[in-house]
T-cell receptor
Framework: DVKVTQSSRYLVKRTGEKVFLECVQD?????MFWYRQDPGLGLRLIYF???????EKGDIPEGYSVSREKKERFSLILESASTNQTSMYLC??????????????FGSGTQLSVL | SQELEQSPQSLIVQEGKNLTINCTSS?????LYWYKQKYGEGLIFLMM?????EEKSHEKITAKLDEKKQQSSLHITASQPSHAGIYLC???????????FGKGTRLSVIA
């Protein structure tokens, strides 16, 4: 069964801490994505990557960075966590291309609370 | 940027009833994806529509894309408790671009 695995389901951090959210996929997908999901705002794209060592800013990249040293792993970094980064973080991966072939596969999410 | 409006925001239906969720775009869609999310979990792919007028079904769920490719509807027939969750539509703007999502419709099915 294909999988996108996020390292933690729940995480509690303090303001100012550096936070790493890890995501690993076993489908040899080229594309990987980080979204955050907030009530009333839906899913918003933070960063994405179409290849190893490549990254692109999404709609809300401020306060975040990413790392993709290996094809299967895409890490989201909160340089200095703030309370407004309390959210559900969802990682996804896909094949390049169009149509059903490029559908997103999502991880189970990480609920991050910043106190 | 492309916006997707979903309606209704939430829905409570009695088990066995039919329901429809709508997703409307401000621009012509290249592709429209429907996902389901169980509370506190990741999204599960349901269907993808690409051609104007296209319709697809999976078990008791049917999705349609209108001819102008700006509106999609998701219809559930004879709803069951297992259908409960959040339904999200996602749009591909031009092909191979990150999906933009609507805010979701929260469905509850009561006995």
């Amino acid at each position: 069964d294909v999988k996108v695995t996020q390292s933690s389901r729940y995480l509690v951090k303090r303001t100012g801490e550096k936070v790493f959210l890890e995501c690993v996929q076993d489908m040899d997908h080229e594309n990987m994505f980080w979204y955050r999901q907030d009530p009333g705002l839906g899913l918003r794209l933070i960063y994405f990557s179409y290849d190893v060592k490549m990254k692109e800013k999404g709609d809300i990249p401020e306060g975040y960075s990413v790392s993709r040293e290996k094809k299967e792993r895409f890490s989201l970094i909160l340089e200095s966590a703030s309370t407004n980064q309390t959210s559900m973080y969802l990682c996804a991966s896909s094949q390049p291309g169009t149509g059903t072939r490029s559908k997103l596969f999502f991880g189970s999410g990480t609920q991050l609370s910043v106190l | 940027s492309q916006e997707l409006e979903q309606s209704p925001q939430s829905l409570i239906v009695q088990e066995g009833k039919n329901l429809t969720i709508n997703c409307t775009s401000s621009k012509t869609l290249y592709g429209l994806y429907w996902y389901k999310q169980k509370y506190g979990e990741g999204l599960i792919f349901l269907m993808m529509l690409q051609k104007g007028g296209e319709e697809k079904s999976h078990e008791k769920i049917t999705a349609k894309l209108d001819e102008k490719k700006q509106q999609s509807s998701l219809h559930i027939t004879a709803s069951q408790p297992s259908h409960a969750g959040i339904y999200l539509c996602g749009a591909d703007k031009t092909g191979n671009t990150p999906l933009v999502f609507g805010k979701g419709t929260r469905l509850s099915v009561i006995a």
